[in-house]
């Protein structure tokens, strides 16, 4: 199984490092290039958490009465992560979810938070998403990053839900990005600390404990299946090119933005 997965991992590494050096970053000059990147990015943050609890209801016995399911590894390794994802602490040691952490982020730096409110207001009450989408003004990029991850999760197969959260969604933060982001707290102390803090939390919780965990999940998960191995190569790729096209809008709006201020 370390095969197969080090075969996934050559096999994205292209990818990877398209991601990691993609030209987003540097047009990050900023708070307002930064809060264009906030109000994309967050609709990857809370289409993780659904992922996550895909897999957690996937894995796991979440009804009553109980009853054990499937491996207890693995039940622990997402368990785990939940644990991590849906209740860790901000600055001040209060509970919150990743996603709220964002959000609180996003509030304190004076990002506009009134479309992603608006998307999850309207799919929570109505449960459709072209209607959310619509409401909120979702950009086409990240809608399309929200329909893919939504896809797998319809799939019902869990290995391939499993292997885009393993493979797609590990630390890809740059250095580049986190020295911005330091460079800009140092000037903006009061708009930013949560966000700094939020990428701190990623980098130390999701790319070194979390990563190795969700390795040995995709690895159980897919197991001796040469087919499911494949599958999940192939999702992944896919999930990579849906961030790349992500960046690719956060990009081409913040250009756009700089065009008009300099007219």
Not at 79 to 94: C, F, M
């Amino acid at each position: 199984m370390t095969s197969e997965i080090e075969k996934i991992k050559k096999a994205i590494e292209p990818l990877r490092q398209e991601i990691i050096n993609h030209k987003v970053y540097s047009a990050i000059h900023d708070l307002n290039d930064l809060k264009i990147f906030m109000q994309y990015h967050v609709y990857a943050v809370w289409d993780f958490m659904s992922l996550l609890k895909t897999l957690q209801n996937n894995l796991t016995c979440t009804t009553v009465p109980w009853f054990p399911k499937g491996s207890a590894d693995t039940r622990q390794l997402i368990n785990e992560i939940v644990v991590g994802e849906e209740s860790d602490v901000d600055l001040k040691g209060i509970r919150k979810s990743h996603f709220e952490l964002y959000l609180a982020g996003m509030e304190q730096s004076g990002t506009d938070t009134l479309p992603i409110q608006t998307f999850i207001q309207v799919l929570q009450s109505t449960g459709d998403f072209d209607l959310a989408f619509n409401s909120a003004g979702t950009p086409g990029e990240a809608r399309d990053f929200v329909d893919f991850t939504f896809q797998i999760i319809h799939s019902q197969k869990e290995y391939l839900q499993s292997a885009i959260f393993t493979f797609g969604r590990e630390d890809l933060i740059p250095g580049m990005f986190m020295s911005i982001v330091n460079d800009m707290h140092k000037n903006f102390p009061d708009d930013i600390s949560i966000f700094k803090y939020y990428l701190e939390r990623h980098i130390e919780v999701d790319g070194n404990t979390h990563s190795h965990l969700a390795l040995a999940m995709t690895a159980n998960l897919c197991g001796t299946n040469k087919q499911f191995w494949e599958e999940a190569e192939v999702a992944t790729l896919e999930s990579l090119k849906k961030r790349i096209n992500l960046w690719d809008g956060v990009y081409q709006k913040i250009k756009s933005r700089s065009t008009l201020t300099m007219k």
